[in-house]
C-alpha cells in the first residue's frame, strides 16, 4: 500500500498516520481471520484499487505492535492470498524501530479500534 494519496485514505481510515512498508507476519498455520473484525473494501480505499491490485479489499484490526506502536494488521480479500500471511502497517517503520531481522518473534495485539 504504497502513495501518499492511499496513505492519506488509510490515515483517514485508522486515525492516525502510516509509514510506506508492511512488516509480513507468517504463521505456522492459517491465520484466523475472524480475528480481523472490520472489512474495507478497494473502492472505499481507491476507485481504481482493484482493478490495479486484484484485491478487492482487506480484513482489517487496530494492532498496538511490540507494546509500543499504534499500527494496522490486515489480510488482503484476493484469490491466492496466502492464508498464513499477515501484513502490519505501522505508524513506524518497524524493522528500523525495533531493530526487526527475518525470522524474529513479535508481540502483537489486536483490538476492534486503535
Do not use: C, K
Not at 13 to 27: E, I, K, S
Not at 30 to 44: G, H, W
Amino acid at each position: 500500500m504504497a502513495g501518499s494519496d492511499v496513505l492519506a485514505r488509510m490515515r483517514d481510515l485508522v486515525g492516525f498516520a502510516l509509514v510506506p512498508g508492511t512488516l509480513n507476519l507468517r504463521f505456522p498455520q492459517p491465520f484466523e481471520r475472524r480475528l480481523l473484525p472490520a472489512y474495507v473494501s478497494a473502492e472505499e480505499i481507491d476507485p481504481a484499487w482493484e482493478s490495479l491490485t486484484g484485491q478487492a479489499g482487506y480484513f482489517i484490526a487496530a494492532a498496538r505492535v511490540a507494546d509500543r506502536y499504534r499500527g494496522l494488521a490486515f489480510q488482503a480479500d484476493e484469490p491466492g492470498n496466502p492464508a498464513d500471511l499477515l501484513e502490519v502497517l505501522s505508524e513506524v517503520h518497524l524493522r528500523d524501530a525495533l531493530g526487526l531481522h527475518d525470522g524474529d518473534r513479535l508481540t502483537l495485539t489486536l483490538h476492534d479500534r486503535g
